[in-house]
Protein backbone atom coordinates (compact mmCIF):
# COMPACT_ATOMS: atom_id res chain seq x y z
CA UNK A 1 0.00 0.00 0.00
CA UNK A 2 1.61 3.57 -1.05
CA UNK A 3 2.91 5.27 2.43
CA UNK A 4 0.30 7.55 3.92
CA UNK A 5 -2.69 5.97 2.56
CA UNK A 6 -4.89 4.75 6.02
CA UNK A 7 -6.47 1.26 6.47
CA UNK A 8 -9.99 1.13 6.11
CA UNK A 9 -12.70 -0.21 8.47
CA UNK A 10 -13.76 -3.45 8.23
CA UNK A 11 -17.58 -3.61 8.30
CA UNK A 12 -18.48 -6.51 9.80
CA UNK A 13 -21.85 -8.01 10.95
CA UNK A 14 -19.96 -11.16 13.28
CA UNK A 15 -16.96 -11.82 15.35
CA UNK A 16 -17.69 -15.65 13.96
CA UNK A 17 -18.73 -17.76 17.20
CA UNK A 18 -18.28 -21.41 16.45
CA UNK A 19 -20.58 -24.03 16.62
CA UNK A 20 -19.93 -26.65 19.36
CA UNK A 21 -18.50 -29.62 16.90
CA UNK A 22 -20.08 -32.41 19.51
CA UNK A 23 -23.79 -30.87 18.46
CA UNK A 24 -22.91 -29.84 14.53
CA UNK A 25 -19.67 -31.39 13.45
CA UNK A 26 -17.75 -28.55 11.53
CA UNK A 27 -20.80 -26.04 11.03
CA UNK A 28 -20.33 -22.26 11.68
CA UNK A 29 -23.01 -20.93 14.09
CA UNK A 30 -24.04 -16.74 14.09
CA UNK A 31 -22.35 -14.63 16.60
CA UNK A 32 -23.76 -11.52 17.95
CA UNK A 33 -23.09 -8.21 15.58
CA UNK A 34 -19.62 -6.71 16.23
CA UNK A 35 -18.18 -3.39 14.02
CA UNK A 36 -14.46 -4.20 13.78
CA UNK A 37 -11.30 -2.88 11.92
CA UNK A 38 -8.74 -4.47 10.40
CA UNK A 39 -4.84 -2.96 11.82
CA UNK A 40 -2.91 -1.28 9.42
CA UNK A 41 -1.80 0.47 7.10
CA UNK A 42 2.42 0.12 6.92
CA UNK A 43 3.77 2.03 9.22
CA UNK A 44 0.56 3.38 10.76
CA UNK A 45 -0.04 3.28 14.07
CA UNK A 46 -2.24 0.14 15.25
CA UNK A 47 -6.31 0.98 15.29
CA UNK A 48 -9.12 -0.34 17.49
CA UNK A 49 -13.02 0.05 16.72
CA UNK A 50 -15.43 -0.39 19.28
CA UNK A 51 -13.82 -3.03 21.17
CA UNK A 52 -15.68 -5.33 24.28
CA UNK A 53 -15.46 -3.21 27.35
CA UNK A 54 -12.85 -4.39 29.63
CA UNK A 55 -13.67 -5.31 33.38
CA UNK A 56 -12.16 -3.05 35.96
CA UNK A 57 -10.00 -6.44 36.51
CA UNK A 58 -8.91 -6.39 33.31
CA UNK A 59 -7.97 -1.86 32.98
CA UNK A 60 -6.08 -2.63 36.23
CA UNK A 61 -3.05 -4.89 33.77
CA UNK A 62 -0.37 -3.44 32.41
CA UNK A 63 1.18 -4.56 29.35
CA UNK A 64 5.01 -5.13 30.04
CA UNK A 65 7.64 -5.86 27.66
CA UNK A 66 7.17 -9.70 26.85
CA UNK A 67 9.64 -11.73 24.80
CA UNK A 68 9.17 -11.22 21.09
CA UNK A 69 10.38 -13.91 18.42
CA UNK A 70 10.17 -13.75 14.94
CA UNK A 71 9.36 -17.04 13.77
CA UNK A 72 9.66 -16.53 9.90
CA UNK A 73 10.66 -13.29 7.90
CA UNK A 74 9.55 -13.36 4.32
CA UNK A 75 11.20 -9.64 3.73
CA UNK A 76 11.11 -6.14 4.88
CA UNK A 77 8.24 -5.78 7.34
CA UNK A 78 7.32 -2.29 5.49
CA UNK A 79 6.21 -4.32 2.33
CA UNK A 80 4.63 -7.28 4.34
CA UNK A 81 1.86 -8.10 6.17
CA UNK A 82 2.75 -9.48 9.84
CA UNK A 83 0.70 -11.79 11.69
CA UNK A 84 1.39 -11.61 15.77
CA UNK A 85 0.61 -15.03 17.67
CA UNK A 86 -0.18 -13.83 21.54
CA UNK A 87 -1.20 -16.59 24.21
CA UNK A 88 -3.58 -15.48 27.15
CA UNK A 89 -3.61 -17.95 30.30
CA UNK A 90 -0.20 -19.86 29.56
CA UNK A 91 2.10 -19.83 32.68
CA UNK A 92 5.69 -19.74 32.43
CA UNK A 93 5.54 -23.27 32.47
CA UNK A 94 3.32 -23.51 29.39
CA UNK A 95 4.83 -21.29 27.17
CA UNK A 96 6.52 -24.75 25.37
CA UNK A 97 2.62 -24.98 24.50
CA UNK A 98 1.51 -22.05 23.69
CA UNK A 99 4.49 -22.22 21.37
CA UNK A 100 3.54 -25.43 19.70
CA UNK A 101 -0.11 -24.27 19.73
CA UNK A 102 1.18 -20.96 18.13
CA UNK A 103 3.19 -23.11 14.99
CA UNK A 104 0.55 -25.13 14.33
CA UNK A 105 -1.91 -22.62 14.20
CA UNK A 106 0.18 -20.60 11.36
CA UNK A 107 1.38 -23.44 9.51
CA UNK A 108 -2.07 -24.48 9.16
CA UNK A 109 -3.19 -21.35 8.21
CA UNK A 110 -0.55 -21.20 5.14
CA UNK A 111 -1.71 -24.67 3.86
CA UNK A 112 -4.99 -23.42 2.21
CA UNK A 113 -5.16 -20.98 -0.56
CA UNK A 114 -4.60 -18.49 -1.44
CA UNK A 115 -2.23 -18.27 1.78
CA UNK A 116 0.06 -21.17 0.81
CA UNK A 117 0.65 -19.19 -2.39
CA UNK A 118 1.14 -15.92 -1.29
CA UNK A 119 3.01 -16.91 2.28
CA UNK A 120 5.89 -15.05 1.40
CA UNK A 121 3.86 -11.98 1.85
CA UNK A 122 3.64 -12.25 5.36
CA UNK A 123 5.73 -12.31 8.23
CA UNK A 124 5.09 -14.22 11.49
CA UNK A 125 5.92 -13.34 14.84
CA UNK A 126 5.14 -14.46 18.30
CA UNK A 127 4.96 -12.78 21.42
CA UNK A 128 5.40 -14.85 24.26
CA UNK A 129 3.10 -13.38 26.74
CA UNK A 130 3.44 -14.91 30.58
CA UNK A 131 0.05 -15.20 32.38
CA UNK A 132 -0.42 -15.25 36.51
CA UNK A 133 -2.25 -18.54 36.29
CA UNK A 134 -3.03 -20.79 33.77
CA UNK A 135 -5.92 -20.89 31.46
CA UNK A 136 -8.98 -18.17 31.00
CA UNK A 137 -12.71 -17.64 31.24
CA UNK A 138 -14.65 -20.50 30.08
CA UNK A 139 -18.00 -20.66 28.99
CA UNK A 140 -19.16 -23.16 31.60
CA UNK A 141 -18.25 -20.72 34.35
CA UNK A 142 -15.69 -22.79 35.32
CA UNK A 143 -14.52 -20.65 38.22
CA UNK A 144 -11.16 -19.13 36.40
CA UNK A 145 -9.61 -16.21 37.27
CA UNK A 146 -10.84 -13.48 34.60
CA UNK A 147 -7.10 -11.71 35.55
CA UNK A 148 -5.31 -13.24 32.28
CA UNK A 149 -2.98 -10.08 30.30
CA UNK A 150 -5.04 -10.29 27.32
CA UNK A 151 -8.33 -10.46 29.00
CA UNK A 152 -10.00 -13.39 26.91
CA UNK A 153 -13.33 -15.06 28.00
CA UNK A 154 -16.13 -16.71 26.46
CA UNK A 155 -19.83 -15.66 26.56
CA UNK A 156 -18.39 -12.53 24.55
CA UNK A 157 -21.90 -10.37 23.81
CA UNK A 158 -23.76 -13.24 25.45
CA UNK A 159 -22.82 -15.94 23.31
CA UNK A 160 -21.12 -18.94 24.21
CA UNK A 161 -18.50 -19.88 22.13
CA UNK A 162 -17.59 -16.15 21.22
CA UNK A 163 -14.43 -15.60 22.53
CA UNK A 164 -13.02 -12.31 22.62
CA UNK A 165 -9.47 -10.46 24.30
CA UNK A 166 -9.07 -6.88 25.14
CA UNK A 167 -7.97 -5.62 22.09
CA UNK A 168 -6.22 -2.92 23.89
CA UNK A 169 -4.60 -4.63 25.99
CA UNK A 170 -3.17 -6.77 23.25
CA UNK A 171 -2.82 -3.86 21.02
CA UNK A 172 0.11 -3.04 23.64
CA UNK A 173 1.67 -6.38 24.04
CA UNK A 174 2.05 -6.48 20.02
CA UNK A 175 3.63 -3.63 19.65
CA UNK A 176 3.48 -0.72 16.47
CA UNK A 177 5.34 -2.49 13.41
CA UNK A 178 7.06 -1.01 10.87
CA UNK A 179 3.90 -2.33 7.91
CA UNK A 180 0.45 -3.73 8.40
CA UNK A 181 0.11 -6.24 11.42
CA UNK A 182 -2.59 -8.61 11.73
CA UNK A 183 -3.01 -9.80 15.66
CA UNK A 184 -3.84 -13.32 16.48
CA UNK A 185 -4.64 -14.79 19.99
CA UNK A 186 -4.83 -17.64 21.12
CA UNK A 187 -6.45 -18.85 24.51
CA UNK A 188 -4.87 -21.70 26.71
CA UNK A 189 -8.34 -23.52 26.48
CA UNK A 190 -9.46 -26.28 24.70
CA UNK A 191 -12.91 -25.10 24.13
CA UNK A 192 -14.36 -25.14 20.78
CA UNK A 193 -14.30 -20.94 19.73
CA UNK A 194 -13.24 -18.51 18.57
CA UNK A 195 -13.61 -14.90 16.63
CA UNK A 196 -12.96 -13.16 13.34
CA UNK A 197 -13.00 -9.75 11.42
CA UNK A 198 -12.05 -7.57 14.87
CA UNK A 199 -9.01 -6.28 15.54
CA UNK A 200 -7.75 -9.37 17.18
CA UNK A 201 -8.73 -12.81 15.91
CA UNK A 202 -9.05 -15.49 18.16
CA UNK A 203 -8.71 -19.00 18.72
CA UNK A 204 -8.52 -22.12 21.63
CA UNK A 205 -5.33 -22.86 21.01
CA UNK A 206 -5.85 -26.37 22.16
CA UNK A 207 -9.00 -27.31 20.32
CA UNK A 208 -8.46 -30.10 18.18
CA UNK A 209 -10.15 -27.70 15.79
CA UNK A 210 -8.02 -24.76 16.15
CA UNK A 211 -5.91 -24.64 12.65
CA UNK A 212 -9.76 -25.32 10.74
CA UNK A 213 -10.91 -22.64 12.87
CA UNK A 214 -8.41 -20.24 12.26
CA UNK A 215 -8.75 -20.81 8.49
CA UNK A 216 -12.15 -19.38 8.73
CA UNK A 217 -11.51 -16.56 11.42
CA UNK A 218 -8.88 -15.20 8.92
CA UNK A 219 -11.18 -15.20 5.85
CA UNK A 220 -12.97 -12.72 8.17
CA UNK A 221 -10.21 -10.54 9.10
CA UNK A 222 -7.96 -10.31 6.25
CA UNK A 223 -10.40 -11.37 3.21
CA UNK A 224 -13.16 -9.16 5.09
CA UNK A 225 -15.52 -12.18 3.95
CA UNK A 226 -19.12 -13.06 5.31
CA UNK A 227 -20.32 -16.27 7.17
CA UNK A 228 -21.97 -18.51 4.15
CA UNK A 229 -23.70 -20.79 6.34
CA UNK A 230 -27.61 -20.94 6.90
CA UNK A 231 -27.71 -18.79 10.42
CA UNK A 232 -26.12 -16.13 9.31
CA UNK A 233 -27.33 -12.41 9.25
CA UNK A 234 -29.00 -11.14 6.28
CA UNK A 235 -26.00 -8.61 5.78
CA UNK A 236 -24.89 -8.85 2.47
CA UNK A 237 -22.13 -6.46 2.37
CA UNK A 238 -19.49 -8.73 1.61
CA UNK A 239 -17.70 -9.93 -1.40
CA UNK A 240 -19.22 -13.34 -1.04
CA UNK A 241 -22.65 -12.77 -0.27
CA UNK A 242 -24.98 -11.35 -2.41
CA UNK A 243 -29.28 -10.45 -2.41
CA UNK A 244 -29.46 -10.93 -6.01
CA UNK A 245 -29.26 -14.22 -8.62
CA UNK A 246 -26.65 -15.30 -11.32
CA UNK A 247 -28.57 -14.02 -13.93
CA UNK A 248 -28.99 -10.30 -12.25
CA UNK A 249 -25.32 -10.38 -11.68
CA UNK A 250 -24.80 -10.64 -15.21
CA UNK A 251 -26.67 -8.21 -16.37
CA UNK A 252 -25.88 -5.93 -13.68
CA UNK A 253 -22.24 -6.57 -13.44
CA UNK A 254 -22.38 -6.72 -9.45
CA UNK A 255 -20.55 -9.05 -6.72
CA UNK A 256 -19.11 -12.36 -8.82
CA UNK A 257 -20.47 -12.06 -12.22
CA UNK A 258 -16.65 -12.59 -13.37
CA UNK A 259 -16.67 -15.83 -11.90
CA UNK A 260 -19.92 -17.50 -12.84
CA UNK A 261 -19.64 -20.69 -14.10
CA UNK A 262 -16.19 -21.23 -13.24
CA UNK A 263 -15.47 -24.79 -11.69
CA UNK A 264 -15.07 -24.65 -8.09
CA UNK A 265 -11.50 -25.44 -6.47
CA UNK A 266 -12.83 -28.05 -4.50
CA UNK A 267 -14.77 -29.99 -7.45
CA UNK A 268 -17.99 -29.09 -6.09
CA UNK A 269 -19.45 -27.69 -9.38
CA UNK A 270 -19.16 -24.42 -10.36
CA UNK A 271 -19.46 -20.60 -9.13
CA UNK A 272 -22.93 -19.66 -8.92
CA UNK A 273 -25.73 -18.18 -6.68
CA UNK A 274 -26.53 -20.80 -4.38
CA UNK A 275 -29.37 -19.64 -1.75
CA UNK A 276 -28.94 -19.87 1.37
CA UNK A 277 -31.65 -20.14 4.63
CA UNK A 278 -31.37 -16.66 5.32
CA UNK A 279 -31.95 -15.66 1.77
CA UNK A 280 -28.82 -14.80 0.72
CA UNK A 281 -26.70 -16.05 -2.07
CA UNK A 282 -23.61 -17.52 -2.13
CA UNK A 283 -20.79 -18.47 -4.99
CA UNK A 284 -20.95 -21.78 -4.24
CA UNK A 285 -22.42 -24.57 -2.72
CA UNK A 286 -20.16 -25.17 -0.01
CA UNK A 287 -16.51 -22.86 1.68
CA UNK A 288 -14.80 -22.56 4.03
CA UNK A 289 -17.11 -19.52 5.04
CA UNK A 290 -19.73 -22.06 5.71
CA UNK A 291 -18.35 -25.36 6.56
CA UNK A 292 -14.98 -26.06 8.62
CA UNK A 293 -12.18 -27.54 6.65
CA UNK A 294 -13.45 -26.87 3.11
CA UNK A 295 -11.42 -24.46 0.50
CA UNK A 296 -12.16 -20.26 0.05
CA UNK A 297 -14.01 -20.30 -3.31
CA UNK A 298 -13.17 -18.60 -6.15
CA UNK A 299 -14.88 -15.04 -5.49
CA UNK A 300 -13.31 -15.52 -1.99
CA UNK A 301 -9.77 -16.18 -3.18
CA UNK A 302 -9.69 -13.24 -4.81
CA UNK A 303 -11.23 -10.93 -2.38
CA UNK A 304 -8.28 -12.13 0.01
CA UNK A 305 -5.94 -11.52 -2.21
CA UNK A 306 -6.76 -7.94 -3.27
CA UNK A 307 -6.98 -6.91 0.62
CA UNK A 308 -3.16 -8.40 0.24
CA UNK A 309 -2.27 -5.88 -2.26
CA UNK A 310 -4.19 -3.27 -0.73
CA UNK A 311 -1.10 -3.72 1.94
CA UNK A 312 1.73 -5.30 -0.11
CA UNK A 313 3.26 -4.06 -3.11
CA UNK A 314 4.36 -6.56 -5.50
CA UNK A 315 7.75 -5.15 -5.91
CA UNK A 316 10.40 -4.72 -2.85
CA UNK A 317 12.69 -2.48 -5.09
CA UNK A 318 14.82 -1.68 -7.81
CA UNK A 319 18.86 -1.19 -8.27
CA UNK A 320 20.09 1.14 -8.63
CA UNK A 321 17.64 3.58 -7.83
CA UNK A 322 15.41 4.41 -10.26
CA UNK A 323 17.16 7.61 -12.68
CA UNK A 324 20.35 8.44 -14.18
CA UNK A 325 23.08 5.63 -15.13
CA UNK A 326 25.18 4.85 -16.95
CA UNK A 327 26.40 2.26 -19.26
CA UNK A 328 27.48 -0.87 -18.34
CA UNK A 329 25.01 -1.10 -15.40
CA UNK A 330 23.08 -4.15 -14.58
CA UNK A 331 19.48 -2.84 -13.73
CA UNK A 332 17.56 -4.93 -10.93
CA UNK A 333 14.09 -5.53 -9.54
CA UNK A 334 13.83 -7.39 -6.75
CA UNK A 335 9.76 -9.02 -7.18
CA UNK A 336 8.41 -10.76 -4.13
CA UNK A 337 8.40 -14.44 -4.22
CA UNK A 338 5.49 -16.47 -4.54
CA UNK A 339 5.27 -20.21 -3.45
CA UNK A 340 5.32 -22.97 -6.26
CA UNK A 341 5.92 -22.74 -9.83
CA UNK A 342 4.55 -19.29 -10.59
CA UNK A 343 6.03 -16.07 -9.89
CA UNK A 344 5.10 -12.66 -10.65
CA UNK A 345 5.87 -11.39 -14.50
CA UNK A 346 8.68 -9.03 -15.04
CA UNK A 347 8.37 -7.30 -18.56
CA UNK A 348 11.32 -5.38 -19.86
CA UNK A 349 11.13 -2.22 -22.54
CA UNK A 350 13.76 0.45 -23.89
CA UNK A 351 12.06 3.47 -24.89
CA UNK A 352 8.79 1.86 -25.34
CA UNK A 353 9.67 -1.66 -27.32
CA UNK A 354 9.53 -4.75 -25.88
CA UNK A 355 13.23 -6.29 -24.68
CA UNK A 356 14.19 -9.77 -23.60
CA UNK A 357 16.19 -9.54 -20.53
CA UNK A 358 19.80 -11.43 -20.32
CA UNK A 359 18.53 -12.69 -16.91
CA UNK A 360 16.95 -16.56 -17.13
CA UNK A 361 14.45 -15.40 -13.76
CA UNK A 362 13.76 -11.89 -15.97
CA UNK A 363 14.43 -9.97 -12.90
CA UNK A 364 17.97 -7.75 -14.25
CA UNK A 365 18.82 -6.52 -17.45
CA UNK A 366 22.71 -5.38 -18.20
CA UNK A 367 22.63 -2.06 -19.86
CA UNK A 368 25.67 -2.47 -22.46
CA UNK A 369 23.07 -5.24 -23.97
CA UNK A 370 21.41 -2.05 -25.81
CA UNK A 371 24.56 -0.85 -27.31
CA UNK A 372 24.48 3.09 -26.90
CA UNK A 373 26.23 5.39 -28.86
CA UNK A 374 28.73 7.68 -26.38
CA UNK A 375 26.38 10.41 -25.96
CA UNK A 376 22.59 8.75 -26.63
CA UNK A 377 20.15 8.24 -24.66
CA UNK A 378 17.31 5.42 -23.53
CA UNK A 379 14.77 4.87 -21.34
CA UNK A 380 14.58 1.16 -19.72
CA UNK A 381 11.31 0.05 -18.06
CA UNK A 382 10.67 -2.76 -15.46
CA UNK A 383 7.25 -3.52 -14.61
CA UNK A 384 6.01 -6.66 -12.31
CA UNK A 385 3.03 -7.91 -12.64
CA UNK A 386 1.13 -10.46 -10.74
CA UNK A 387 -0.57 -12.39 -13.66
CA UNK A 388 -2.76 -14.72 -11.70
CA UNK A 389 -6.05 -15.97 -12.60
CA UNK A 390 -7.47 -15.39 -9.29
CA UNK A 391 -7.95 -12.26 -9.77
CA UNK A 392 -10.61 -11.26 -12.37
CA UNK A 393 -11.03 -7.43 -11.75
CA UNK A 394 -8.29 -6.36 -14.29
CA UNK A 395 -8.78 -2.40 -13.50
CA UNK A 396 -7.97 -4.12 -9.76
CA UNK A 397 -4.74 -5.44 -11.22
CA UNK A 398 -3.52 -3.03 -13.00
CA UNK A 399 -3.70 -0.35 -10.40
CA UNK A 400 -2.23 -2.53 -7.04
CA UNK A 401 -0.72 -5.74 -8.42
CA UNK A 402 1.10 -3.87 -11.04
CA UNK A 403 4.54 -1.96 -10.62
CA UNK A 404 6.91 -0.21 -12.56
CA UNK A 405 10.17 1.39 -12.35
CA UNK A 406 12.17 3.36 -14.91
CA UNK A 407 16.20 4.70 -15.86
CA UNK A 408 17.60 6.90 -18.03
CA UNK A 409 20.74 5.34 -19.51
CA UNK A 410 23.30 7.42 -21.34
CA UNK A 411 25.60 5.82 -23.67
Known sequence: ??????????????????????????????????????????????????????????ADLRAPAAPTVDIRRSGDPANRITLVLLGDGYTEEQQGVFREQADRAWRALMEIEPFRTYQGYFNIRRVDVVSPSAGIAESESTGRSTR????????????AR?????????????????????????????????????????????????????????????GELGDEYDSAPDDADYPNLSTVDADQMRRTKVKWWRWLDAPSPDGGGTVGAYRSANGLYR??????????????????????????????????????????????????????????ARQLRVDWTVDGVAVEPQAPDRTWLDTA????????????????????????????RQEFMTRSVSWTVTG
Do not use: K
Request: glycine share 12%; charged share 15%; proline share 10%.
Open 148 to 159: TPLGMHFWCEGT
Open 369 to 396: SLGLAPGHRATVQATVTDSTDWVRDEGF
Open 1 to 58: MPSGTHGRFVRSTAALVLLSAAALPAVLELAAPSPSTVIGPPAGPLTDHAAPPRTPQQ
Open 162 to 222: LLCADESATARYAGEGAGPQYLIALANSSEYGGAGGTGVTTLAGGSPDAGRIIQHEIGHTV
Open 283 to 340: PTEDSVMRTLGGSYNLPSREAIIEQVYRRVRPLDGASPAPGEVGTPTRLTVRPLQLTG
